[in-house]
């Protein structure tokens, strides 16, 4: 099936629309946010399993009953998803959600309120090998061609939610003060107890040493790959095919060395380096 088969477009941006539709769009640009939620942003393939177990057990203080018991897209949904219209009654305050968005989409009422942004940002040559499986296992996406085309098409912005850097750039440059916190997946993969601690603090959760190392090992990797309400194994083979490659893949940084040719490293890094800008000298991790 051809991407407009499987993809819608909203403002220039592709989605799939198995899990959007225009409606579900236009529920999002319509949602009423509260001064005490909490919205784990992020661009696709950049730690948003992650942020859907790790932000309810911050905000309720390392309760286990909502990741064992409910599956991550009703616990933390996404804000321009379907499913959001169904649950977002349910979410116990204050509320967890995570998006997509790049900053100029968030709803209105975003802006008005105080509620607090988690921004987590990987490393692009990381983002585009995870999302290149992706692509081979989840049925409802177009199949990603060569490992080359794939990247030219990550470099074109023909991807889910556009350019990294445009959604990078948008995010980085807001008004939002100390409503945001800025932290990356690397940061996450090297010291997963000091990053928490670093969110809880920022969230006014104050939780003590003991509950962070509570919370930091229900959401180590090997963890969240046997919980069945975090793995994605109840979605049915028709939708995602873990036979292709597993949904929770690896969950390390720095695979790209794996896969990058040098050509295709510097063809990357020029084009990114060049659409970054001033940007690119501050970012947490080198191009090269």
Same mark, same amino acid.
Request: charged share 30%; with cysteine; hydrophobic share 35%.
């Given at each position: 099936m051809?991407?407009?088969?499987?993809?819608?477009?909203?403002n220039?941006l592709?989605a799939p629309?198995?899990t959007h539709?225009?409606?579900?769009?236009?529920f999002a640009?319509?949602?009423?946010?509260?001064?005490?939620?909490?919205i784990g942003v992020?661009?696709?393939k950049?730690?948003?399993?992650?942020?859907?177990?790790?932000?309810?057990?911050l905000l309720n203080?390392?309760?286990?009953?909502p990741?064992q018991?409910?599956p991550?897209?009703?616990?933390?949904?996404w804000?321009e998803?379907?499913r959001l219209a169904?649950v977002?009654?349910?979410?116990p305050?204050?509320?967890a959600?995570?998006?997509h968005?790049p900053?100029h989409?968030m709803?209105?009422?975003?802006h008005t309120s105080k +509620?607090?942004?988690i921004?987590?940002?990987r490393?692009?040559?990381?983002?585009?090998?995870?999302?290149?499986?992706?692509?081979q296992m +989840?049925e409802?996406l177009?199949d990603? /061609?060569?490992f080359?085309?794939?990247?030219?098409?990550f470099l074109? /912005?023909?991807?889910?939610?556009?350019?990294?850097?445009?959604?990078?750039k948008?995010?980085k440059?807001t008004?939002?003060?100390d409503?945001?916190?800025?932290?990356?997946?690397?940061?996450?993969?090297?010291d997963?107890p000091?990053?928490l601690k670093?969110m809880s603090d920022?969230l006014?959760?104050?939780?003590s040493?003991e509950t962070i190392?509570?919370?930091a090992?229900?959401?180590?990797?090997k963890?969240?790959k046997t919980n069945?309400m975090?793995n994605f194994?109840?979605v049915?083979?028709?939708?995602?095919?873990?036979d292709?490659s597993?949904?929770?893949?690896?969950g390390? +940084?720095?695979?790209?060395?794996?896969h990058?040719s040098s050509?295709?490293l510097?063809?990357f890094?020029?084009?990114?380096?060049?659409?970054l800008?001033?940007?690119s000298s501050?970012l947490?991790w080198?191009?090269?």
């Open positions: 051809s991407s407009e088969g499987k993809y819608l477009l909203y220039g592709l629309k198995e539709s225009l409606e579900s769009f236009k640009e319509e949602f009423t946010l509260k001064d005490d939620d909490v992020l661009y696709p950049s730690g948003t399993i992650w942020m859907q177990e790790i932000l309810p057990l203080g390392g309760d286990l009953t990741i018991t409910i991550n897209w009703d616990r933390v949904p804000l998803e379907k169904e977002v009654d349910q979410l305050s204050p509320r959600m995570v998006t968005f900053y989409l709803p209105a009422s975003f +509620a607090k942004v921004y987590v940002m490393n692009p040559k990381d983002i585009l090998v995870s999302s290149f499986y992706f692509h +989840a409802f177009e990603p /061609g060569t080359d085309e794939f990247i030219e098409k074109e /912005g023909k991807v889910l939610f556009g350019k990294w850097t445009d959604h990078v948008g995010w440059d008004d939002l003060g409503r945001i916190m800025y932290i990356t997946y690397e940061e996450m993969v090297q997963l000091a990053a670093r920022f006014g959760r104050n939780l040493d190392q509570k919370i090992e229900h959401c180590s990797f963890t969240m069945t975090s194994s109840l049915p083979k028709v939708y995602m095919d873990s292709k597993p949904f929770l893949r690896k390390i +940084a720095g695979d790209w060395k794996n990058f050509e295709q510097a063809r890094t020029l084009v990114i380096r060049k659409e800008g001033n940007e501050s947490p080198s191009l090269d």
